[in-house]
């Protein structure tokens, strides 16, 4: 008999679980679970969108695309780019359509990094970023954003991780798991660190639709002298709740997105026409939509954000994503025996901190991607938890 487990790359087996699964299968087992645990809308994708792909359908639209992905698509995106964020791009040569973002992380980070390369990721952070990194046959170097700047990355946290072999910086803002968000300030100065060590950046804006109390997103490629120097990763899944869809995309300098095209060419040929079809439709069609799924969030964010501090739970407020980070030090357990226990006793599952990296260490993960009934009773359940301990 194959022993499978000695046939196994060691760069895969090497590759740690994700650390969310785990507290996902204990829950699953439950009853009466209230889960703020999944990264993932509540709603259902809006029915326009939903009715574009029946119609595509019915019209037979049912082959591949070009691998770049549909024209139409590929223009809407750049359309959407030069309204919002002034910026220009090409739809015959820096557009990527992917298979969500993840793809699009994925093959970003094979195109750019040699073995050996580094490449610096401000914790706490998605959890594909450093498995992809590692995949792609690249270093991870993690760089702990401080809990006392509400895990804002600065160039000063990033600097003493710079070495030789630094290629590239990946940021994700608006943050999972933290919900932070960076000021222009803030993002200029990391614009400065990465022209001053001469790194690509992947900017990873999937939440950036996602953003509260007034604060506009910032493109980080509408930067100064930052449009050439970055890969910027956006997609459907959050802000039209189209996770299941898997439609990403990229946008960067025609030589990066040609050589990212060609890993996709041979590995996934094109994002599937129906949902790229659906796509379409969102952009031309579902700004309404989208704005009323953030207002929802906005409410519930206030709502956990309140509730959370009320359970003796401190926490910064989150302007962005639909993620909360409080901090559970108090309590005197680590996140993980925090997220076991609440589950056990109160039924409530969220994610340990550390599943995030090391420096989630003492926080926990909720989710606000759930009805206002479903939070008013985690929240009860988080108060009675913490005033029983
Ligand atoms: N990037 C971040 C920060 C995410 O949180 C997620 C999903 O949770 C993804 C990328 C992957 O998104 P997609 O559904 O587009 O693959």
Known sequence: MINWNDRISPVVKNVPPSGIRKFFDIASEMEDVISLGVGEPDFITPWSIRESCVYGLEQGYTSYTANRGLMELREEICILHKNRFDLDYDPKTNVLVTVGVSEALDIAMRTILCPGDEILIPEPCYVSYKACATLAGGIPVPVAAKAANDFRITPDDLEPHVSPKTKALLIGYPNNPTGAILSKEELEAIARFAIKHDLIVISDEIYGDLTYGGVKHICFAGLPEMKDRTILLNGFSKAYAMTGWRIGYALSNPDIIAAMTKIHQYTMLCAPITAQIAAVEAL????????????????????????????????????????????????GLTSEEFAEKILIQEHVALVPGNAFGESGEGFVRCSYATSIEQISEALARIEHFVNNL
Do not use: W
């Not at 929802?296 to 509730?307: A, C, H, Q, T």
């Not at 739970?313 to 559970?328: N, Q, R, T």
């Open 284 to 331: 031309r069609h579902g700004e309404k939509y989208m704005r009323k799924m953030v207002s929802e969030y906005d409410k519930r964010r206030r709502l956990i954000y309140d509730g959370l501090q009320n359970a003796g739970l401190k926490c910064f407020e989150p302007k962005g994503a639909f993620y909360i980070f409080p901090d559970i030090t108090s309590t």
